[in-house]
């Protein structure tokens, strides 16, 4: 599928000004309530399969009929208890961290991976790797946030993984914050970009992050965009990082003369609004709009 001629579109819910801001604040607040009270299992999931739906709907499955984009709503279904067709793939997968093993670590209970996401009205084709990287075929896909993409981007390297053939070439390189898989045979790249706060922060380093006192430069943005603006498809998240207290900077840099601090204990909106007002301002100024597709994914409540 050919990814040009597609826009990105401004959220309302980066307001600025007079009751925009007022309405903001609200859909804060119930964001934060509803990740306390509404706990979806493998939310995330979904919004990965869909997607992955999206981008490959102009495939024809060879397992599954009824399935329009135009007809159905991805988003309205349930989850069904799968024994044949899941799990993907095994925990043997090279991309898989030693702490996400919950076999290797003893956990018996294994049936949580086979639970899939039904729509009520159409059936979502089983993930294909090898598919997939045709559609990106020449593109560049980058993960961009915190732990939980993270987690999204080993998920999906280790469907990929049990898709391709053992001789297909492939690398993985790490260069700073950003950790890339690129297969030759299809020349796509998949890249995870650390940067849970979008803007620079003193948390990072992709290894090393646990820090007692967060420290954010509210304007420093530029030292993490500049590594996103040659990708064709982008998927930001941030979110958890900001529910602690942390110190906020107001300068050239942490260290310049000009800087100004301010501690700001617990979960800020308000800051947290000023930043996606930030990052978005940069992606509306230097994201090619008819080449880029961007998703931003809100939070997971068990990722808490």
């Known amino acids: 599928m050919c990814l040009k001629n597609v826009q990105t579109t401004r959220y309302s819910w980066f307001a600025s000004s007079g009751s925009d801001i007022e309405q903001t604040k609200m859909k804060h607040e119930n964001l934060k309530m509803g990740i306390l009270s509404h706990c979806i299992l493998g939310f995330s999931l979904l919004i ?155 948390c990072d380093d992709p290894l090393i992050h646990r820090v007692k006192t967060r420290v954010i430069r509210l304007m420093g943005i530029d030292k993490h965009a500049r590594h996103w603006n040659d990708a064709d498809i982008l998927v930001f998240n941030s979110y958890l990082w900001w529910a602690d207290p942390m110190t906020i900077v107001w300068g050239t840099s942490f260290a310049s003369s000009d800087a100004i601090n301010k501690t700001v204990d617990g979960m ?8 996606l007002d930030i990052w978005s301002d ?7 709009r008819t080449k880029t597709k961007m998703f931003f994914m809100s939070p997971s409540p068990f990722h808490l």
Request: hydrophobic content about 35%.
């Open 48 to 202: 990965l399969a869909c997607a992955v739906f999206y981008l490959s709907k102009n495939e024809v499955p060879t397992s599954y009929e009824n399935i329009s984009s135009s007809s159905c709503n991805l988003f309205e279904g349930g989850w069904v208890f799968d024994n044949i067709s899941l799990p993907f793939y095994e925990e043997q997968c090279s991309f898989m961290l030693g702490e996400f093993a919950c076999e290797t670590f003893g956990r018996k209970d294994l049936k949580y991976q086979n639970w899939r996401w039904q729509p009520h009205q159409c059936d979502l084709p089983r993930f294909n790797g090898t598919a997939f990287l045709e559609k990106i075929r020449g593109k560049k896909l980058v993960f961009v946030g915190d732990s939980l993409n993270r987690n999204q981007w080993t998920s999906m390297l280790c469907l990929i993984e049990s898709s391709l053939g053992p001789l297909s070439p492939t690398t993985v390189v790490r260069n700073e914050n950003m950790r890339s898989f690129h297969s030759i045979e299809y020349n796509a790249t998949i890249g995870l970009y650390w940067s849970p706060f979008m803007v620079e922060s003193n």
């Open 268 to 275: 800020s909106t308000r800051l947290y609004e000023m930043v």
């Open 282 to 288: 940069w992606l509306e100024i230097n994201i090619n």
